[in-house]
């Protein structure tokens, strides 16, 4: 590379790395607030452990920010090199429009062999880490799920209250036992009690102590003439919560997003050699085709890096603007346009006759194929 190569090259990906750092970050917030933040605020995640399941989302984030990131940084740097005339100033010393996009080429192309990287293996590998370590750091802090002078509906089929609660040991304890309607058939009031977490079945065990209970009728528990009389006990029979909606203890359940390269390859190889059951055809079909989907996707997804940095190009020369908000609406349509088209193509999974692991590829296509269309013009007006 000469200088002007490097300047170009530099410019590109200093202010790449700026929007993929910002677009991660707007992908991330999202992400926290809905997998961490309740149990951050429940108590459930140390600092530690929260700072740790960040960072494990961060690839994630970066496969999604990786190709608006590449595309804004290109439109932002040639609209600024375009409205200084910069780029007016090294064609009229004799250097081509195609001479002049060569480090942003190459660039591309980086980017791209990136995002392949984060897609096959960083990605995957990180996504079942994260959900490993969540399941570990709820389960180490399971008691937590009880929290005192809070009424508690996690729990299907109870509502729990608890006034004071000092680790595993519960004062004044309230619970209220629902049916199928939701309607109140029991009332449960203990002095004391003590929390378990039971491993091997995944729940948490109440013991109650110094307990009444008042039961209703199970016919029509708002019928409160027939109510039968206050029930004492000096301690109440177990009370058994699960926390498989939350979390599930043993090993993490690899989907085929979070495949990396090896392990897809070798699950196409596992599925293709079975054979269907007699009038199973169609079913085995559309879990092939899940699977071949989301292979071509990952490739896909590293491509677009590539074919948005193109036609980027001559949408960043031709703008000739500096304007910062209008080129991010620019690559954000853009990547919305491609993505939109992507998610359509997935919506044909349980299609398999229509081939989406074909189609997948034609919104990358048609923005390879308007980039290079877009490039001539520019290229035989300026």
Known sequence: MNLLDRYIFKSVLFTCLAAVGLFAFIVLVPNIARDLLAYVLAGQLSAAAFVKLMLLLVPLAITYALPMGMLTGVLLTLGRLSADHEITAMRAAGLSLPRLTVPIIILAVIGSAVGLYFNFDSMPRARVEYHRELAQAVRINSLSFIEEKTFIRKFPGYIIYVNEKNGAELKDFWGWELDDQKRVKRVVRAATGHLDYDDTTNTLILTLFHVQIEARDEKNPENFSDAAPMIMAERFEPIRLSLERFFKPGSVHVKPDWMTFSQLRAERVRLAARVPPPGQDKDYARENMKLELVYQDKFNTAL???????????????????????????????????????????????????????????????????GAWLFSKIDRKK
Do not use: M, Q
Not at 307 to 320: E, H, T
Not at 334 to 345: D, I, K, N, P, S
């Open 304 to 370: 677009a890096v590539f074919s948005l940095a193109l036609i980027g190009i001559p949408l960043g020369v031709k703008v000739s603007r500096r304007e910062t908000s209008a080129n991010f609406g620019v690559a954000l349509l853009l990547t919305l346009a491609y993505y939109l088209l992507t998610v359509a193509v997935k919506a044909l999974d349980r299609h398999p006759e229509y081939r989406p692991d074909i189609l997948i590829w034609v919104p990358n296509l048609l923005i390879i194929g308007l």
